[in-house]
């Protein structure tokens, strides 16, 4: 067999490869023309929507046609993200969507509008698909299970509060150590200075019984800054429990407002390719 042979053999599938690719920019241009947005997105998801491919390559040519776009897939989503940033402001209108520097086809998505919101997941333009944040969504879930009263951190608050009470009793009995201290400060000073042996041979006894209860509460007063460091700390993490309990209270009347549950709402996520491509009809 000749080049030549070999070549006209091969003619046939490489040109109607060529064609494929030609024949979906020509719609690709054309719907991004007419800004028929819907049909945008089922030409950008052809294994999804199985449009104008055989059956047979439908992978294999969805793959390659992907491929076609990648330098300008940026462009694409700077074109499509307003129709969707919209869309998805009017359906949840309790989350926040904000841009991720120098990427335009991902949107960080946060439960809230509140100082300090959390994010649950990403927004990819493109696919109109969010990566959920399990971790938060599970915690959520999880929160609505509890009884009246109860928070997922009820049981470290205690614990925590319980420390607290141990700390700042140590502070407060300072000044009965100090006290004690004088005192002590002015029985060794009187056994000092007296002359008589009014003590007689309890003296020293007595002045070593003293020195051995100012040392046990000198060590213990030098233990102040570390206590008084050990209690901030623990009132600080005790603010940051707190401040998780109460965002996920927040979080959860917030989902509640407008779904049932939290897993009707994370199946709403999860189905806005599908809501909002019917939505554009």
Do not use: C
Request: proline fraction near 2%; avoid cysteine.
């Amino acid at each position: 067999m000749t080049i030549q042979d070999t070549q006209t053999r091969l003619q046939p599938e490489l040109i109607t490869q060529i064609e494929h690719k030609i024949f979906y920019l020509q719609k690709l241009e054309s719907a991004i023309k007419d800004n028929r947005i819907a049909q945008v997105y089922q030409l950008l998801d052809l294994k999804k929507n199985h449009q104008d491919i055989d059956k047979k390559d439908e992978v294999n040519v969805a793959e390659n046609l992907s491929t076609m776009l990648i330098d300008i897939k940026e462009k694409i989503a700077t074109f499509l993200a307003p129709e969707l940033v919209n869309y998805f402001a009017e359906t949840f209108n309790f989350l926040t969507l904000e841009k991720i520097i120098d990427d335009p086809i991902h949107y960080d998505v946060y439960l809230g509008d509140w100082w300090d919101h959390r994010k649950i997941g990403i927004l990819n333009v493109l696919s109109v698909s969010i990566v959920i944040n399990d971790v938060i969504i599970s915690e959520i879930i999880a929160t609505a299970k509890l009884s009246e009263g109860e928070t997922l951190n009820t049981n470290q608050i205690q614990e925590t509060n319980k420390i607290i009470s141990g700390l700042e009793a140590f502070l407060f009995d300072n000044t009965k150590r100090s006290l004690e201290l004088q005192v002590i400060e002015d029985q060794l000073s009187e056994i000092t200075s007296s002359k008589s042996g009014l003590f007689g041979r309890s003296d020293k006894t007595t002045r070593e019984a003293l020195e051995k209860k100012q040392e046990l509460l000198i060590a213990t007063q030098k233990r102040i800054p570390e206590v008084q460091q050990k209690l901030t700390k623990q009132k600080n993490e005790l603010l940051i429990l707190e401040k998780d309990d109460a965002l996920r209270q927040l979080e959860l009347q917030a989902i509640l407002k407008h779904y049932e549950n939290v897993p009707v709402f994370v199946t709403a996520l999860n189905n806005i390719y599908d809501s909002y491509v019917i939505q554009l009809g």
